[in-house]
């Protein structure tokens, strides 16, 4: 506080040193919401797993800097309020290592993972036909978004006392929420479930290049932009009320990143009663 201070009133008294600024984040990498559709069998259930990149993604927006995860985690407990309805926990973990760098002009991140968590609710609306789902889900996640960010003093320099080949580096992460909302039709007939969907979410985001005052010390890290991600999967019931799940997903739009399609599995275990 006092630093932010004495920083205004320099400014006040002379002038604010700019600073130019590039920067680089690793946010999550789109994904969908992966429930089958179909309602939980068992009073609760935890579930474990990941989606991968077999194709590096691409730079869709020019302003943007980023490294996007080739890899992302996804853990999920789950509790079943009524027949049709269940609330849930979750944590995610998008990797840094191997992450894809967008473009060659910006700096690499230093942060370690992005990581999130947050909760939500699936509800299984029932049809006329046996077995044929529609499901509506809400997932809220809190992403912690490592940056890094490189300065370069451009004017007011030596009236507030920084040299005038003054650079700095400045690391951190930016808290971002990000809400999803997802349709997901399936059917299920005896231990297999085939469900797909779209699910709608904003894709935490942040622009390369800039200008600054002293002040500004947060990493600037955005929402960013609404993507809908189509995918398309199977579930089988492989005994004793675990379910293994395997899907294939696409963003359907370019900003701020160009996606290939991504593969995504789970399994989930049941925890208490058999709800059936």
């Known amino acids: 506080m006092r630093v932010a201070l004495l920083l205004a009133a320099t400014c006040a008294a002379s002038g604010c040193a700019t600073f130019a600024t590039n920067r680089v984040a690793l946010p999550p990498h789109a994904a969908p919401i992966t429930t089958t559709g179909q309602p939980m069998q ?6 474990l797993g ?10 869709g927006n020019p302003e943007v800097g980023l490294e996007v995860p080739r890899a992302q985690l996804h853990g999920e407990l789950a509790l079943r309020v009524t027949r049709n309805f269940d609330f849930e926990v979750h944590a995610d973990d998008g990797l840094h290592d191997g992450a894809t760098p967008l473009k060659s002009t910006q700096p690499p991140v230093d942060g370690g993972n992005v990581t999130g968590g947050g909760f939500g609710f699936t509800y299984s609306a ?9 499901a ?11 940056y890094t960010e490189y300065r370069a003093c451009v004017s007011n320099c030596t009236s507030n006392g920084y040299p005038t080949d003054y650079t700095d580096e400045v690391k951190g992460s930016d808290s971002v929420p990000q ?4 349709v997901v039709p399936s059917y299920r007939t005896g231990r297999v479930t085939y469900f ?13 290049k800039g200008t600054e005052l002293p002040t500004d010390t947060d990493g600037n890290v955005q929402s960013g932009p609404l993507n809908v991600i189509a995918h398309a999967g199977v579930a089988i019931e492989v005994g004793s009320g675990v379910i293994a799940s ?8 370019t900003d701020p990143v160009r996606y290939g399609p991504s593969l995504g599995a789970s399994v989930s ?4 009663a058999d709800q059936r």
């Open 50 to 59: 990941g989606q991968a990149d077999p194709l590096a993604p691409a730079l």
């Open 196 to 208: 797909g969907g779209l699910t709608a979410a904003n894709h935490p985001t942040l622009i390369e």
């Open 179 to 182: 809400l999803a909302l997802a």
């Open 269 to 272: 275990l049941p925890l208490g």
């Open 246 to 253: 395997a899907y294939v997903a696409q963003d359907l739009a």
């Open 126 to 134: 029932e049809t006329s036909e046996p077995g044929l789902r529609i």
């Open 42 to 47: 068992s009073t609760g259930a935890l579930s």
């Open 136 to 146: 509506f889900a809400m997932r809220l996640t809190i992403w912690s978004v490592p």
